[in-house]
């Protein structure tokens, strides 16, 4: 008996069922707690609320909707609220980020100043004081009556920014959005079958100018019968009438993300490019290759692989931090919970639907991030300096 | 034998060093001209916004109006605000004192000579209590004021320091917990960490503040604040452990096992050994963790609370005051870049120094 207990073995097994005990004790008193105060408060639970309608408005959506709409398809403008934030937000940082990264790796001392300059101020404030100082300006631009116009087609006002667009169905945006990601799968596996041979690229240059045509033939199928192809806004009265309008919210928030997160994107970008070893640069200058080619043959491609680990990271980073759109009134994914909470009570139910967003959100990203990594990585060595 | 004479670099001159890296080319030479344009224009612009045509005293506010520079007043008028909050008028020294006694602590706190557990932790232990006595009182006279009417900075401060305090030792005992060599511990904590990391901080500040009355018995509830700042230690908690783990992978694996063949128990490998080497490893993102963190106290307002930029915003809220936002969010924006600045570059001096110790 002794022996037993005194064995290392049996006091690690022991141990790890004593742990595993006392959290599942935890977790079981938690939910037990959980049902008590449920019950107190005559709540009930389940997701049978999500085909009630909410009975309330919000700010912004992509979708046409009205406040009869259920709570899943609320929750669901939600969720392509975060995504469509997200997306402008990210794209522009990094394109932001990209610049910045370059500025920063000049050999002008002045010009790379610039970049750090850059990158100091609008890293070393937070995101949210960001977010609601460009609201502030954006929606203290001059009345719709004074707006800013740029040809009469474009207008930028307080009540936010207003352009052009045709007047065609919603699936066939959808349909053509599919069809050119489906062109962009469909190239990769094509050059594998065709062996990279002359017709692969006659295939391909043929695609690409198919594939505009195309669209042309969707968008004039779907448009809407009886209204001129392009819906320009115009002033009407108060306001404009007409085209579509971004909103100041939408507008402070994704300048708020690309500036912020183009400052850390940049220094992400700043280190791929330092991270080139110096030796394969000068092995391309001395093959004679100019100074352009050096940059996109030999010190991007590089930089790109060294990136994209940390890149991804800053993408998780920034869409996570969309959540604060609430502060500027932005119907994002958390804002469209908060509210729904505070007007059906479903609390543990919506807190999961918004885990469960963000969860698949970030998953995704991860895993696009995780294959291209993967299709990029160069094969048989690791390149280290 | 080969020729081990080493070749210093050649001795090049300041001048030369400034003519290579400013006029190489004259595409170089043409870019620096436009940047230093660039950059004189954006400075006089600022000075000139900022202090030459700008109006100080509130009693000037009038003259705003005309003037085309900042409209300073705002600040004159409503600083009180926006450092205090609600804090009681009267008591508006002992919130000014407590933010000087932490703010000096965590400048102690980067001091070496204060590295070791002991002197650490006795640093913080007597900072925050002088700080929570100083803002709360109830003792030595002081009047008791509840944390519902704490505000402005010294709130910041207080959720930045509260977090720490308690983040900080969660972070060693999850960074330990998920590189246990017993596989349910491992992957309990591991499970713990990716959790937190992979959740918004606004959902477990607003989890804490609105969910845990449900799931918790009331005696353990406590005020929100304190529940909020809970939340956040754990988030908190869950990306310092991982930066302490790196570190810990980082230490060559025969430095533990020196340990182990000198009899050393468990702790005192973990203590003597590990973790004094894993600190030293990940400082530089340790206190990158800091620096965001002290960003990041400024989302608690949407939670409700009225912390320096809630104040701020309230701040220019009322009657005349208004129009002038953008003084207001500079002013604030001035304040977090002073901290988070120098907490950064304090990071960036850290890593180099450590660096040039380990080639």
């Not at chain 1, 022996?3 to 022991?14: A, D, P, T, V, Y």
């Not at chain 1, 009407?236 to 928030?253: C, D, I, V």
């Not at chain 2, 939670?303 to 809220?317: K, T």
């Not at chain 2, 977090?336 to 304090?346: A, C, D, G, K």
Request: with cysteine; glycine share 8%.
């Amino acid at each position: 008996m002794g022996s037993i207990l005194g064995s290392q073995k049996f006091r690690e097994i022991f141990f790890q069922a004593l742990v595993l005990s006392v959290v599942a004790a935890l977790l079981v008193a938690m939910v037990m707690n959980t049902r008590a105060s449920l019950e107190a408060q005559s709540l009930t639970t389940g997701f049978g609320f999500l085909e009630r309608s909410t009975g309330w408005d919000f700010s912004f959506s992509v979708l046409p909707y009205s406040i009869s709409d259920s709570y899943s398809k609320t929750i669901l403008i939600g969720f392509l609220n975060t995504l469509l934030l997200g997306f402008l937000g990210i794209s522009l940082a990094t394109v932001i980020g990209i610049v910045i990264g370059l500025i920063r790796t000049s050999k002008n001392a002045l010009f790379s100043l610039l970049g750090t300059v850059y990158v100091e101020i609008f890293r070393n404030v937070p995101l949210i004081l960001q977010a609601i100082f460009w609201y502030a300006i954006v929606s203290h631009l001059p009345r719709p009556k004074a707006a800013l116009s740029l040809g009469d087609t474009v207008f930028l006002s307080g009540r936010g920014l207003y352009f052009p667009v045709l007047n065609i169905a919603l699936w066939s945006v959808a349909l053509m959005i599919l069809l050119f990601v489906a062109w962009l799968l469909f190239l990769p596996w094509l050059r594998e079958r065709m062996n990279h041979s002359s017709s692969y690229h006659v295939t391909k240059r043929v695609g690409w100018l198919l594939l505009p045509v195309i669209m042309v033939v969707i968008a004039y199928l779907a448009r809407t019968p009886d209204t001129p192809l392009i819906n320009n806004p115009a002033l009407k009265g108060l306001n404009f009438k007409g085209g579509m309008r971004m909103p100041p919210e939408l507008s402070a928030l994704v300048i708020a993300i690309a500036l912020y997160g183009g400052a850390y994107i940049g220094e992400v970008v700043r280190a791929g490019l330092m991270s080139v070893p110096r030796g394969q640069l000068e092995a391309g200058f001395v093959n004679g290759l100019k100074p352009r080619h050096i940059f996109t043959r030999i010190r991007l491609p590089l930089a790109i692989r060294a990136v994209l680990p940390s890149l991804t990271n800053q993408y998780v980073q920034l869409m996570k931090a969309t959540t604060i759109g609430i502060v500027v009134g932005f119907s994002d994914l958390f804002m469209i919970i908060s509210t729904s909470i505070n007007q059906s009570g479903q609390t543990l139910e919506l807190l999961a639907i918004l885990m469960g967003g963000f969860l698949l959100i970030n998953l995704s990203i991860a895993f696009v991030m995780n294959t291209i990594n993967k299709k990029i990585a160069l094969k048989g060595y690791e390149l280290k300096s | 034998m080969t020729d081990t004479t080493y070749h210093l670099p050649p001795q090049i001159s300041f001048s030369q060093k400034l003519k290579n890296s400013l006029f190489a080319t004259p595409f170089d030479f043409f870019l620096t001209l436009i940047c230093a344009a660039l950059f004189a224009l954006l400075l006089y612009w600022f000075i000139d916004w900022a202090f030459i045509s700008s109006i100080w005293r509130a009693e000037d506010e009038p003259l705003c109006k005309e003037a085309s520079g900042a409209c300073w007043s705002v600040i004159d008028a409503r600083h009180r605000i926006i450092f205090f909050g609600l804090f009681p008028f009267e008591e508006h020294w002992r919130s000014t004192v407590a933010c000087v006694v932490m703010i000096a602590t965590i400048v102690a706190s980067c001091v070496p000579w204060f590295w070791t557990a002991i002197r650490l932790s006795a640093l913080w232990l007597i900072g925050f209590s002088i700080f929570y006595i100083l803002m709360h009182g109830g003792v030595f006279g002081l009047s008791v004021i509840t944390p519902e009417r704490w505000g402005g900075l010294a709130l910041t401060i207080f959720i930045f320091a509260a977090v720490s305090i308690i983040g900080m030792p969660l972070s060693i005992v999850l960074a330990l917990g998920r590189r246990s060599k017993l596989p349910v511990i491992a992957k309990l904590f591991g499970l713990f960490i990716d959790f937190f990391r992979s959740l918004p901080l606004l959902t477990i500040l607003f989890t804490a503040a609105v969910i845990t009355p449900f799931v918790l018995p009331g005696w353990l509830q406590g005020d929100k604040l304190y529940r909020v700042i809970f939340g956040f230690a754990l988030f908190f908690a869950a990306y310092q452990a991982e930066n302490i783990r790196a570190g810990l992978q980082a230490i060559p694996l025969g430095q533990d096992e020196a340990g182990l063949t000198l009899g050393l128990k468990y702790w005192h490998r973990v203590s003597r050994i590990q973790l004094p080497q894993a600190f030293r490893n990940s400082l530089p993102s340790i206190v990158n963790q800091f620096v965001i963190t002290f960003k990041e106290t400024s989302i608690v307002t949407i939670v409700g609370f009225f912390e320096i930029l809630a104040s701020g915003s309230a701040a220019f809220g009322t009657g005349k005051w208004t129009v002038h936002y953008i003084e207001v969010y500079v002013f604030i924006g001035a304040i977090y870049f002073i901290f988070v600045f120098s907490l950064s570059r304090y990071g960036a001096y850290l890593e180099r120094k450590l660096r040039v110790g380990h080639v």
